[in-house]
Structures are given as structure tokens and as C-alpha cells.
């Protein structure tokens, strides 16, 4: 495992061997795992993925265009019968 500090600007020195996976001037996605680990993203691949993913259930009949509208189909009456009101 390799430390860096943080620095009073928010920046950290990259470690030698971590250097070949970056560009300089490369954007990158952050975000926080589950542990609390920092995880860096090209946003490249970020995009590739989404890219590969867009329109995989398009084609669907079953599946209203509207998320929202489908979402609203799975959840209607679960919270009356989570809370008892309602018989399964």
C-alpha cells in the first residue's frame, strides 16, 4: 500500500508506479466506495460504459418508455403491504 499526503490545496503527489495508468490534463471521475476508498475513473471510460449500456432495453414492450412510470409499476402497493395495511 502507498501513503500521499494531501496538501493544503487538495492535491497529492501521484506515487511513480501509479503514473503510466495517467495523463497529464486527463479528467477523471471520482467517487467513494463503500469503504470509504477513493476511486478515480477516466471520464473515457465512464462514457464507454454508458455508451454500452444506452438503449439495452429499448426494445422492450413490456417496459414503459418512462422510468419513472416503470418504477411506479414495481413499487405500487408494496409500501401498504410492507407496513400491513394490505394483504399479500
Same mark, same amino acid.
Given at each position: ?23 497529464? #490534463? ?10 470509504? %476508498? $477513493?476511486?478515480?475513473?477516466? *471520464? ?22 418512462? #422510468? ?10 408494496? %409500501? $401498504?403491504?410492507?407496513?400491513? *395495511?394490505?394483504?399479500?
Amino acid at each position: 500500500m502507498d501513503t500521499v499526503t494531501v496538501s493544503s490545496h487538495y492535491t497529492v503527489k501521484i506515487p511513480e508506479h501509479f503514473r503510466s495508468k495517467l495523463h497529464v #490534463g486527463q479528467q477523471m471521475a471520482i467517487s467513494v466506495d463503500a469503504q470509504g %476508498r $477513493l476511486i478515480l475513473t477516466p *471520464l473515457e471510460q465512464a462514457r464507454t460504459i454508458l455508451d454500452e449500456t444506452f438503449g439495452m432495453w429499448a426494445d422492450r414492450t413490456d417496459i414503459p418508455k418512462s #422510468g419513472i412510470k416503470y418504477m411506479d409499476q414495481i413499487r405500487r402497493g408494496h %409500501r $401498504l403491504k410492507d407496513l400491513g *395495511l394490505r394483504k399479500k
